[in-house]
């Protein structure tokens, strides 16, 4: 019994944790000076090549559940969304990379199930613009790294 209450527990923080990530994503996804792309698990099933945004997502076929990017340039909604994405990625990251190049900081964040990634989210931050982007889905660590072998060929 008490380990019921235990995997019910984990089941609702999990969930809750889903919830908040797509509130975020919806909060922003309705603004204007926000540019938005959402593509459902469906949509990656008919793209046959998988390249997305220099991405060679091929062998990921059939593990991918969505992609959500959210972008803009307005000064004020950068510092919003950055302070609330930042915030948001507390404990239940892990953070897989870092890259500063010039006027250019990307960060990798990790959420894992076991063996399982369950989601990668980047945090893209320029002079210009700050960018999020969330991909869902059930891959592995090995996937990731086919990714970016491919797309840096």
Do not use: H
Request: proline share 1%; net charge neutral; hydrophobic share 40%.
């Amino acid at each position: 019994m008490r380990m019921k209450i235990y995997l019910l527990g984990l089941l609702l923080c999990c969930a809750t944790l889903s919830f908040a990530q797509d509130k975020w994503f919806s909060k922003y996804a309705d603004m204007d000076d926000v540019t938005t792309v959402y593509i459902s698990k469906k949509m990656f099933q008919m793209m046959p090549t998988m390249e997305y945004i220099g991405l060679q997502l091929a062998n990921m076929q059939g593990k991918i559940d969505g992609l959500q990017i959210l972008s803009t340039e307005r000064k004020d909604l950068q510092a919003q969304m950055r302070k609330e994405f930042n915030g948001m990625i507390g404990k239940e990251y892990e953070e897989l990379m870092r890259v500063k190049d010039k006027g250019t900081k990307a960060n990798f964040y990790i959420r894992q199930q076991g063996e399982l990634i369950k989601e990668l989210i980047m945090l893209a931050d320029t002079e210009e613009n700050f960018s999020v982007i969330q991909l869902k889905g059930n891959f592995t660590l090995q996937d990731i790294q086919e990714i970016t072998n491919e797309s840096s060929r």
